[in-house]
T-cell receptor, first 112, second 116 residues
Framework: AQSVTQLGSHVSVSEGALVLLRCNYS??????LFWYVQYPNQGLQLLLK??????LVKGINGFEAEFKKSETSFHLTKPSAHMSDAAEYFCAGRGGNTPLVFGKGTRLSVIA | EAGVAQSPRYKIIEKRQSVAFWCNPI?????LYWYQQILGQGPKLLIQFQNNGVVDDSQLPKDRFSAERLKGVDSTLKIQPAKLEDSAVYLC??????????????FGEGSWLTVV
């Protein structure tokens, strides 16, 4: 069954520093993988998704993620953090006909 | 393009009362989902519709939760009677077509339920 694990419930970075949010997946079939962002009191907004077209996926707001099959990972990165990036980030995946399954989320704090 | 609409945004009820949430998906989206997000956790799928048929309701607590999608468009999620542990955000989402694809799932802003 598809499952998604996010490493670290809270990540804190300085403004301008690299953002790295970790996500690992398990699946017996090639997965579709997504990163969503959730700002306070709002719904989920898609940042980017992997659908097997390219292993390096670029998303909105300067974020990107790399699909690494050998490591079963889909980590989210951004070269330079901005204060407005502070939010909750969710990795999610689906494989075959399974529903979209979410990780527990990582709260990103950006320190001025 | 209009997004997924949900109402009400906020609801406070006493335990054992009932509550209903409404969702209008993006126009043309065949698949509709209801997720439950408890504070500090990721969303959990409650039920998935394909047009007006149920695809997956394996995690829906059927003794108290019910959902319908009449005419394959709008959907209603009902909880009766509510328990304290039902306090959560109920997210409605929709996607263009069938599950098992890489199509993006679009989320509404959620309906925040507090049971006291």
């Amino acid at each position: 069954a598809q499952s998604v694990t996010q490493l670290g419930s809270h990540v804190s970075v300085s403004e301008g520093a690299l953002v790295l949010l970790r996500c690992n997946y398990s699946s017996s079939v090639p997965p579709y993988l997504f990163w969503y962002v959730q700002y306070p009191n709002q719904g989920l907004q898609l940042l980017l998704k992997y659908t097997s077209a390219a292993t390096l996926v670029k998303g909105i707001n300067g974020f990107e993620a790399e699909f690494k099959k050998s490591e079963t990972s889909f980590h989210l990165t951004k070269p330079s953090a901005h204060m407005s990036d502070a939010a909750e980030y969710f990795c999610a995946g689906r494989g075959g006909n399974t529903p979209l399954v979410f990780g527990k989320g990582t709260r990103l704090s950006v320190i001025a | 393009e209009a997004g997924v609409a949900q109402s009400p945004r906020y609801k406070i009820i006493e335990k054992r009362q009932s509550v209903a949430f409404w969702c209008n998906p993006i126009s043309g989206h065949a698949t509709l989902y209801w997720y439950q997000q408890i504070l500090g956790q990721g969303p959990k799928l409650l039920i998935q519709f394909q047009n007006n048929g149920v695809v997956d309701d394996s995690q829906l607590p059927k003794d108290r939760f019910s959902a319908e999608r009449l005419k394959g468009v709008d959907s209603t999620l009902k909880i009766q009677p509510a328990k304290l542990e039902d306090s959560a955000v109920y997210l409605c989402a929709s996607s263009l077509d069938s599950p098992g694809s890489g199509n993006t799932i679009y989320f509404g802003e959620g309906s925040w339920l507090t049971v006291v």
